[in-house]
């Protein structure tokens, strides 16, 4: 039976996960699963813990978090599993605030995913490479340049405390300095896109904060990303508009282009501030890659 190393954020949901997740834990090894635990003191730690625990030989993952834990244990795992000949694989308990990459299989959480964990439910994930000035990230859910970042640095720094909600907080408050402004970048080494837009948003699964169906069509295991791209648009509209995202019927909108892609270019001339599965990072993006079925995921 393989063993599992499960990742705690004990801070994540707002110290919800450190309340709840022993209790959690304790019926995944009542039910005969063989799990071992670590739990993160400082942001970044989780990366650190999962790269040391892949050169230990440990294969099986489960984030116990929100999605930022899912980010930091994929990081700790690429791209050295790239090399490896068994394909590691991430569990869930999703015990923090946004947990928007379950969503795209149920909206059960906690419960949903254990089941799945007990029960061996495995399937194939990509997982997505994000090359910088300084570096290369990996993530599985979503990245965002542009309004949604501006939305989740706001949403983080003053209104992590009502979580889901706390997105929806962001999102009216940012539209009061909406401003649209170029994000060059080609899909497939085709034409670049350079005109003016709110923000543009590169997707392997389907939600974003929580319940919000950004890329309605996203398929975690096709190859593509979803790219959406919200073009110039007047405050008022984007008050109007956004609900629409709940049902991921914004994409209808005039002012929302769908695109689908293996690779993307950018072609922006300075940093900028991304949102990654959650996380807000300051970066230079210079090529995003799909690296087909390299990771199973537990769900």
């Known amino acids: ?141 979503i990245l965002s340049l542009g309004f949604v970042a501006d939305v989740c640095t706001l949403a983080n720094e003053r209104f992590k405390r009502f979580g889901e909600l706390g997105y929806g907080l962001g999102v009216v408050v940012t539209v009061a300095g909406l401003r649209c402004a170029p994000i060059p970048f080609s899909v497939d080494e085709g034409a670049i896109h350079d005109e003016p837009i709110a923000f543009v948003s590169i997707n392997n699964s389907r939600f974003t904060g929580g319940k919000m169906m950004m890329a309605p069509l996203a398929d975690i295991a096709d190859g593509q990303v979803d790219v959406i791209v919200v073009g110039r648009i007047g405050r008022l509209k984007l008050v109007r508009t956004f609900p629409k995202i709940f049902g991921g019927t914004h994409v209808d909108d005039p002012a929302v282009r769908s695109m689908r892609g293996r690779s993307l270019a950018f072609h922006v001339t300075g940093p900028l501030a991304a949102m990654i599965d959650g996380e807000v990072i300051s970066l230079w993006p210079e090529r995003l890659d799909v690296l087909p079925h390299a990771l199973e995921v537990r769900v």
């Open 1 to 141: 039976m393989s063993k599992f190393l499960a990742i705690v954020n004990p801070a994540a949901g707002g110290g919800r996960c450190g309340r709840l997740a022993e209790e959690a834990l304790a019926s995944l090894r009542a039910a005969g699963l063989d799990v071992d635990v670590a739990r993160t003191s400082a942001a970044g730690e989780g990366t650190t813990l999962a790269r040391d625990a892949y050169r230990a030989g440990i294969r099986d993952f489960i984030a116990v978090g929100g999605d930022g834990t899912g980010f930091e244990i994929v990081n700790g795992l690429y791209p050295e599993a790239l090399e490896g000949s068994v394909r590691p694989s991430l569990g869930f308990l999703p015990l923090g605030t946004g947990n928007s990459f379950l969503r795209d299989f149920s909206a059960g959480g906690a419960s949903y995913s254990a089941e799945s964990l007990i029960n061996g439910q495995r399937r194939p994930c990509d997982v997505v490479r994000l090359r910088h000035k300084e570096g290369e990230l990996f993530y599985i859910n």
